[in-house]
């Protein structure tokens, strides 16, 4: 199954304002430094354009200092490419992205949302996902290059569901 794309305003408002840093669906312009933020972050790019509409980016003045990415494959979601700059790490930042991506997709009407990681399955477990086993992925999600070898078979696979 294909990744569904189009429009993804869930709200009146698509921008959330923190004093200078912004937080907000990325556009076209983005994902350059999308790009450059996840290499920074020594996190795969395969795959992401195409995606980067599901993207949520943070800005701080015209700086990217984090963002997160979606796959959605029709009621799935697979949450990735999470990433925040060095010099914003351990703000709240990537709590808060994680939670903006999370209301937008629920919006939607996404309630099962899965992820991969090698490093941050602490964080993601204080966010509620669960540890699951990787042969009980949706075959939905074998449409993703992070199911394809963009993400080591060693990730740990994680879950969370809301109903």
């Known amino acids: 199954m294909r ?21 907000r669906r990325a ?12 290499k920074r972050s020594d ?11 599901r993207y949520v980016v943070a800005r701080e003045d015209e700086h990217l200092v984090g963002c997160v990415g979606a796959e959605v494959y029709g009621e799935v979601a697979l949450i990735r490419s ?23 997709l629920r919006f939607r009407g996404i309630r099962e949302f899965y992820l991969l990681t090698t490093t941050a399955e602490e964080f993601f477990r204080a966010r509620g996902f669960e540890t699951v086993p990787r042969s009980i992925l949706p075959d939905a999600l074998q449409a993703s290059e992070e199911l394809r070898g963009a993400c080591p078979d060693t990730a740990t696979s994680m879950r969370l569901i809301f109903s």
């Open 43 to 53: 996190l795969p790019v395969a795959g992401i354009t195409g995606h980067h509409l």
């Open 82 to 104: 999470l990433a925040v700059a060095e010099d914003r790490q351990g703000s709240g930042l990537g709590r808060r992205l994680v939670q903006e991506i999370l209301d937008r």
């Open 3 to 23: 990744p569904i794309y189009g429009d993804w305003s869930w709200r009146s408002s698509d921008n959330v304002r923190f004093d200078h840093l912004t937080i």
């Open 27 to 38: 556009s076209e312009g983005d994902i350059d430094d999308v790009i450059d933020l996840l």
